[in-house]
């Protein structure tokens, strides 16, 4: 089974650019979640996807947005980029059935903003 | 809310020697626990989880986890070290089907 993939891998922009990426679970995972690695705050948790719904988001401000398409597959945008921005942005999916399930995660993409 | 805490940055031992990742939480109700690893340019890939049952969770590449209620701890054993386990292991929590991760402890394994 063909594991998370998330596209591009690697993005350069420019403050205040906007940004779009994208993630393809693996194939019978319905929920998706996203997460932001820096160096600084470790790993959080930005907002999660299922049946096309958010059904959770974490304390990020409005400028980072998602949404899940009827195939599953996620996209998050970030508008107004800032420097702080600059990361890992990490996609994982599961089943989410039970709640235990295990999240499997992409690849990420790295963003950097200058 | 859930948390989990890794209160070691960085662990080193010798190839050959027992490796331990420690980590300790803090839940409300029942914990379920995470670890996972991530090498250098790379996503988190899971290692093994703790849901109920046994208190010896045996995860994937010869790790296994310890469960300690009354500790409130999880930590993370291999029993022989590999220079290929050098990397960054985090300890996570299933809060409300979001993951809280623990810093991350970043292993270093020498020849």
């Known amino acids: 089974k063909a594991g998370v993939t998330q596209t591009p891998r690697y993005l350069i922009k420019t403050r205040g650019q906007q940004v779009t990426l994208s993630c393809s679970p693996i194939s019978g995972h319905r929920s998706v979640s996203w997460y932001q690695q820096t160096p600084g705050q470790g790993l959080q948790f930005l907002f999660e996807y299922f049946s096309e719904t958010q059904r959770n988001k974490g304390n990020f401000p409005g400028r980072f947005s998602g949404r899940q398409f009827s195939n599953s597959r996620s996209e998050m945008n970030v508008s107004t980029l800032e420097l702080g921005d600059s990361a890992l942005y990490l996609c994982?999916?599961?089943?989410?059935?039970?709640?235990?399930?295990?999240?499997?995660f992409g690849p990420g993409t790295r963003l950097t903003v200058l | 809310a859930q948390s989990v805490a890794q209160p070691e940055d960085q662990v080193n031992v010798a190839e050959g020697n027992p490796l331990t990742v420690k980590c300790t939480y803090s839940v409300s109700g029942n914990p379920y626990l995470f670890w996972y690893v991530q090498y250098p340019n790379r996503g988190l890939q899971f290692l093994l989880k703790?849901?109920?049952?046994?208190?010896l969770v045996k995860g994937s590449y010869g790790f296994e986890a310890e469960f300690n209620k009354s500790q409130t701890s999880f930590h993370l054993k291999k029993p022989s070290a590999l220079v290929s386990d050098s990397a960054l292991y985090f300890c996570a929590v299933n809060d409300d089907y979001k993951l809280s991760f623990g810093a991350g402890t970043t292993v270093t394994v020498r020849a």
């Open positions: 703790y849901i109920t049952g046994d208190n």
């Open positions: 994982a999916s599961s089943l989410r059935t039970p709640a235990t399930d295990t999240q499997y």
